[in-house]
């Protein structure tokens, strides 16, 4: 069974740094786009920062410069830095990837269960 993992959340104080995780365990064949979203009580999710499977990095415009995404396909994980910390970052962040090909031709669209991050003022 195929899963996205998340872990690395925690409570951090403004202007400190957190790097977040999400590995894909299981049997799988290769990975497309991986995408960090996140999510705070009463907001929709919204999207932080996409990976394309060669590296190519997108990011909102309110971590432009202080996050940074990157991936390791050897190891099917996707990284989340954070730098400079704000208290509205403070949200549950989630890993997807609506691509995950088990086989060269079949593929399912996965979500972790979430990482808590605390941004303290």
């Known amino acids: ?5 998340e872990s690395g959340g925690g409570l951090v104080q ?3 740094s ?3 995780s999400c590995a894909a365990n299981g049997s799988i064949f290769s990975i497309e786009t991986m995408v960090w979203y996140r999510q705070t009580p009463g907001r929709q ?11 190519s990095a997108n990011y909102a415009d309110f971590v432009r410069g202080r996050f940074t ?5 050897t190891k099917n994980t996707v990284y989340l830095q954070m730098n400079s910390l704000k208290p509205e970052d403070t949200a ?7 691509q995950i090909y088990i086989t060269r031709q ?6 972790g269960r979430g990482t808590l ?4 003022s």
Request: charged content about 25%; some cysteine; overall charge positive.
């Open 1 to 5: 069974q195929v899963q996205l993992v």
């Open 14 to 16: 403004a202007g400190g």
């Open 18 to 20: 957190l790097r977040l």
């Open 45 to 55: 999710r919204e999207l932080v920062a996409a990976i394309s499977r060669r590296g």
């Open 69 to 73: 995404i990157s991936r390791d396909n």
């Open 92 to 98: 549950v962040y989630y890993c997807n990837a609506d």
């Open 106 to 111: 079949r593929y399912l669209e996965l979500w």
């Open 117 to 120: 991050v605390t941004v303290s």
